[in-house]
């Protein structure tokens, strides 16, 4: 493992100073591991390591690439971790979900486009009356997926992103949902919708800060 983690280190040096840049492929395996001072096989596990957490892209035929290197890939693999948590760890994450989500909603008052708010209007409008958890959780994501962007700030939105995956979600809406809370979140949605649409970002962060902190005041009483 040290010499894997020696080879992944001089890849990523590679990266870090610009000699490989987003997109760019990587020398051929031979003359990459003569250079670095590695053995081919150490060479092969450093870029299978870096594959899985999204920073090589390696193409069957082709060759070995560095990928874009954009936030949303790079977080990719905190959002499958987050999905292992056991449910004390889910109460951490959603500490720091209140620290982050009211700040990306006040920043998504004052840049959401008219069209991303009638959006977001739509997708409050699409949950049924009386909905699955399946329904739920897709509305769930949708919703608080496009305030994230709207914030403008792609680190922050993959962040909230990976933070709150479909399975933690789905996990919590069956707890709620047996608590009789679909109607203060829609109205809680709709808050927070209306705070946007009227360019309010300190009530939008408001509404968020309370919807946040009320799932999180839950799940603390659920783990008691």
């Known amino acids: 493992m040290a010499v894997t983690d020696a080879a992944i280190d001089k890849i990523k040096q590679m990266i870090l100073s610009g000699e490989l840049a987003p997109g760019s492929r990587l020398p051929k395996e ?3 591991a003569e250079r670095l001072g590695l053995s081919r096989n150490s060479l092969r596990e450093a870029v299978r390591a870096l594959a899985l957490i999204n920073v090589l892209d390696v193409r069957q035929g082709d060759g070995t690439y560095v990928t874009s290197l954009e936030p949303r890939l790079l977080l990719d693999a905190m959002s499958f971790v987050v999905d292992f948590h056991q449910d004390d760890t889910v109460l951490q994450f959603f500490q720091v979900r209140r ?6 909603t006040a920043m998504a008052a004052t840049r959401m486009s008219e069209a991303e708010v009638a959006e977001l209007r739509k997708i409050l409008d699409a949950l049924p009356v009386d909905p699955s958890v399946e329904q739920l959780v897709a509305n769930d994501l949708q919703f608080h997926q496009l305030i994230a962007e709207g914030s403008g700030n792609a680190v922050l939105c993959s962040l909230i992103d990976s933070l709150s995956g479909p399975t933690t979600r789905a996990r919590i809406w069956r707890g709620l949902t047996q608590e009789n ?10 808050a927070i919708c209306e705070a946007i649409a009227t360019r309010q970002p300190e009530i939008a962060r408001a509404w968020a800060t309370v919807h946040i902190a009320g799932v999180e005041e839950w799940l603390r009483s659920a783990l008691a």
């Open 30 to 32: 031979a003359d990459l």
């Open 99 to 104: 620290i982050l989500e009211p700040a990306a």
């Open 181 to 190: 809370a679909l109607e203060k979140t829609r109205e809680q949605h709709s």
